[in-house]
């Protein structure tokens, strides 16, 4: 049982280094993946002015 849980924790290790090589030789174009809108921007209608003051806006 000892064994599997080593085994385990070795992988765990092995992912996370794989990982950190990955996200430092494509960190620009993931960073580009996460953070950049695909959709149109659409405009609100603004709120009123008085919006604020009803309960069911605040948690």
Do not use: H
Not at 1 to 10: P, S
Not at 23 to 35: C, D, N, P, Q, Y
């Amino acid at each position: 049982m000892a064994r599997k849980f080593l085994y385990f924790i070795a992988v765990c290790i092995v992912l996370g280094i794989a990982g950190a090589i990955a996200l430092s030789i494509w960190s620009r174009e993931l960073t580009e993946i996460a953070f950049v809108p695909r959709g149109e921007f659409v405009e609100q209608e603004p709120l009123a002015a008085n919006a604020y003051q009803d309960p069911a806006m605040w948690y």
